[in-house]
């Protein structure tokens, strides 16, 4: 009875996880580990309302039992606020693996390629086999389950179809070149429904979805990848028309008036050598492109991307660069359509042993023009809606790192962010905002911010930094400023397992010149790791963090205050 009992165990056990076959026989096939960790936090405010509990406290763990890679975690948490457990055995998939053989099987999901099954969850099995140079992956299952109307839900736009699927990939990858087939099939069954529905969106919908994905290296510096979907959607199975001639793909789908074939691709050519290299990739999704093998899909758009890289002086300065541009209506039968550019460029120099430099700079537009319809009536004046939005960024840093029994660091950074949005009669705009008419009443928000570091650290252990930063930001004729020291001290102690640290800043914001608000802060911690004198008896840390943060008053004595403590123990195993 105890061996029923045992394999019944380990059978429900396994749902929702991977079982590797080959693990049987081998001398610890079921390992324990886990932890438990409780937190305790005190709040007390002074001069101001207090918003939060005084005291919280949450006692939480989870341990995971691990029987031939099939993991079975159980977690629970306790606390003032409530309690919650959670356990494995209501989850339903199961993925056993054995050499080159991996199922899937019950509620679970593959992934064969953006443009015909990606992700999408579905009840029933699949299969990966992976011999050699071959991987062949099939499924098949339920996609969607059938949904009735419920008149005490009112749940219209919830009703469904039962949906079935199938797919079948097929691939072969040799030293320089590989290629892959992919077919997927998809339908509605019209009969899962019993009753009649109210829903005019909802249609009984076949699909089926060809791709062929090919890659090549050429020259060991070219790769090649690119590939090609097709889609043969019927929107209405239940829509007929005497005078619909069948098509010639009436066997692959249940072909009507609302059949539409559709394609989706994209290629890219890469070419990397020594110290130079560049990228472009094209990709094109027709307007009526669609899967079912997807939860959403993206159509009607063209994408092209250009991505050079230079590297020199044995990699110590690098330079990359980018450039995208993407559009939608590509075949001219919108109410409007939307433009889009990104841009960016980096740089990374180590100047000498110890000094580096970065900076980059990325530039991102788009702009949205209205096509207004032709009337005889009435002129509409819709270029007045025609939007265009520019964001530019500038950033740069420099670290400086020396010293061998006092080790010093310093960190100059600094940023540039602007963006506007201007509307009105723009009859077009081009990239990155560079003939936009500049006398339009648009006003940019221009945000400047800088940071200075500087850290010593001695061999002792112990450290000591401090810190300026300065925010200045300018929207609609407002200033709106912050600056502010800072002051941090670390100590490690007891041989590096406890560590004390302690740090306070103040800031002064200003608005239009005028001191609005200022900050000082006090922060503490202390840190400790004890060692157990055998390590399989797991790992304990204990914390303490504490946080005090008072407003100081621009005008009267009014106290504005918060403290926060937060205790923590943990223990692994």
Known sequence: MKQVLFIAFVSCSMLSMAQNLDKIGEENPVTVTGGMSSNFVVNNSIGQPQFRDPFNWVLSGNVTVNILDVSLPFTFSFSNAGNSYSQPFNMTALHPTYKNWKTHLGITSMNFSQYTYSGLNFAGAGVEYSPEKWKFKAFGG???????????????????????????????????????????????????????????????????????????????????????????????????????????????????????????????IDYRKKAFGIGVKYERIDPEYSTLGAIYFNNDLENITLNPTVSLFKSKLNLALSAGYQRNNIENTNASDNKRWIGSANLSAQIIEGLSFNASYSNMSSFTKRNPQADPFFTQFGDTLNYYQVSQNISSSLAYSFGDSLRQSMNLTGSFAQSQNITGRLDDAGAFGLNVDQDTSSVPVDVYNAMFGHRLQFKSGLSLGWTFNANHSIALGNTNSYIGPGLNIGKTLLDKKMRLSVATTYNRQFQNASLSNHVLNFRTSLRYSPEWWDKKYGKLSMSVNGNFTNRLPVIGTTKNQNLMIIANIGYQF
Do not use: C
Request: overall charge positive; hydrophobic content about 40%; proline content about 2%.
């Open 142 to 268: 339920r996609l969607k389950k059938a949904i009735e109307f419920d008149p005490t839900a009112n749940n219209t736009n919830f009703i469904s179809y039962k949906r079935m699927g199938f797919g079948f990939s097929t691939a072969y990858k040799a030293k320089n070149w590989g290629t892959e087939l992919i077919i997927f099939k998809a339908y509605d069954d019209a009969t899962s429904l019993q009753y009649a529905h109210k829903n005019p969106q909802l249609t009984v919908r076949d699909n089926v979805v060809v791709s062929l994905i090919s890659e090549a290296r050429l020259f060991k510096v070219l790769q090649l990848k690119a590939e090609i979907a097709s889609s043969l959607l019927t929107r209405d199975v239940l829509l007929t028309d005497d005078s619909f001639k069948t098509p010639f793909y009436s066997g692959l789908v249940r072909g009507n008036q609302t059949t539409e074939f559709s394609n989706a691709y994209n290629a890219s």
